[in-house]
């Protein structure tokens, strides 16, 4: 069993901590790429505990660089972004995307100075709507091979928001199978999805497999009236996302989450929901994009931004109206007659689950068998960190990107079938088949 304060360490992800170093081996999609335009406004960022820059180039490459001038550290969040990158206001030089100064006005037009200066940049590489950065050792690894973002755009939506929690706490609410019939249930029993296989089914019993991407976490339910059983297996993919299996055959799409660490108490949750071989429904991204009937669903609604949130602000444009702050627009009265939680929509209750009691410490948890996935990704992620520390040793899949090729599944399956003999096929499927089973 993992300690608490081997957990604790886990959530400490600046620069030189045995997390963070670990993290920054693998690529992390940390913006949208509408967030930044050719010449437009430098967006701060802060990652693993850096505070960083990233702008767009005019000719459309995107740059992420050290938030100050070599000069005499005057905010680059002001620059001027102008041909080949970020002009200082305070005395003009200009920086390149890799860091390179290429221009000192001020100085003599002799000077060989500006070969000499040069500030911290990371690589960034663009794919489907997605910013990667790397902030690692030597030379990159190629990109995970997420199916999310190797398919065409009308088969995905992607969202990005601010949540006030560490990532540890963020991610472990997505493997947590257990959660879902009782934070997400409602006591209208009006919608569609109070009705699906996954509301009506009884408590679940856990199995969980580590595996060379991370971990699967199965969880099987007893279904009322029926001799089979309901098998879930949501997927950790290493190290910091989360698959989840579709919730029935009309809302068959695949969900999950990157959740990218901003610092120690923030994190950059990247959701993305898909149809691998097929577009979206355009009644479902009308819902992500502007809510339903004024309550939030599976993304952030363009209605959740902040607008109040000032421009200097690390991912300002992700920061939501559901925070500590705003007590996540929590309503009593909605908690008597609609939602089991009084919290307005999908990943309102779930990020204000995660986070709403941050500053509670880890020695009152206690831990239960729903919680054996949890258990057991935190003993993987710490051993992965240590041997990191140790030897340098990197999982398989930090350097093989068709690891990431995996999809959670949910079915029904016979008393004496095991979820890894009948689900296997089904977990890793080609990018852009079909699921290959009708969802219960």
């Not at 963070?20 to 967006?43: I, N, T």
């Not at 959701?271 to 309550?295: A, C, I, N, S, W």
């Not at 000032?310 to 609609?338: C, E, G, I």
Request: proline share 8%; with cysteine; aromatic share 10%.
């Amino acid at each position: 069993m993992i300690s608490v304060q081997e957990t604790d360490n886990l959530t400490r992800v600046g620069p030189g901590t045995p997390t963070g170093e670990y993290l920054r081996q693998f690529w992390l999609p940390f913006l949208g790429s509408d967030a930044v335009e050719p010449g437009g406004e430098p967006f701060p960022v802060r990652l693993l505990g850096e505070d960083l820059i990233a702008f767009r180039r005019e000719d459309g490459l995107v740059g992420l660089v050290d938030v100050a001038c070599a000069h005499r550290r005057a905010p680059l969040l002001y620059a001027r972004n102008e041909g080949c990158g970020l002009r200082c206001v305070y005395h003009g030089w200009q920086y390149d995307i890799d860091g390179q100064c290429t221009d000192m006005p001020a100085e003599p037009a002799n000077s060989r100075f500006k070969k000499h200066i040069k500030i911290k940049a990371y690589p960034c590489r663009e794919r489907n709507g997605v910013v990667w950065t790397y902030m690692g050792k030597g030379e990159p690894p190629e990109l995970p091979e997420l199916e999310w973002n190797l398919l065409p755009p009308e088969r995905v939506h992607i969202s990005f928001r601010v949540q006030e929690t560490d990532w540890l706490s963020s991610y472990e609410g997505e493997i947590d199978s257990a959660h879902a019939p009782i934070l997400h249930g409602r006591l209208d029993k009006t919608s569609k999805r109070s009705r699906t296989t996954m509301a009506r089914s009884g408590r679940p019993i856990f199995d969980v497999m580590q595996q060379p991407f991370g971990v699967s976490v199965g969880a099987r339910r007893e279904v009322p009236e029926r001799d089979e059983l309901y098998w879930r297996v949501n997927q950790f993919v290493m190290p910091f996302y989360t698959l989840v299996p579709p919730k029935s055959e009309e809302w068959a799409e695949l969900t999950g989450h990157a959740w990218i660490p901003i610092d120690d108490t923030h994190t950059l949750a990247v959701g993305f929901t898909y149809l691998p071989d097929r577009p979206l429904k355009e009644r479902m991204v009308d819902v992500f994009t502007h809510g339903y009937q004024g309550r939030e669903t599976g993304h952030p609604s363009d209605q959740a931004q902040d607008l109040n949130v000032p421009h200097n602000v690390p991912y300002w444009k992700y920061v939501t109206k559901f925070m500590r702050a705003s007590n996540y627009l929590f309503d009593h009265s909605l908690q008597q007659t609609t939602y089991f939680s009084g919290l307005p929509g999908l990943w309102v209750q779930d990020v204000a689950a995660q986070s709403g009691a941050l500053a509670v410490p880890r020695t009152f948890e206690n831990l239960t068998s729903s919680d054996a996935g949890i258990v057991v990704v935190r003993q993987v992620l710490r051993d992965c960190v240590e041997a990191y520390a140790a030897s340098g040793e990197l999982p398989a899949s930090a350097v093989d990107p068709s690891l990431s090729r995996v999809r959670a599944v949910a079915a029904l399956l016979k008393r004496d079938e095991t979820w890894v003999e009948a689900l296997g096929e089904f977990m890793f499927k080609p990018v852009g088949d079909p699921l290959g089973y009708t969802v219960p």
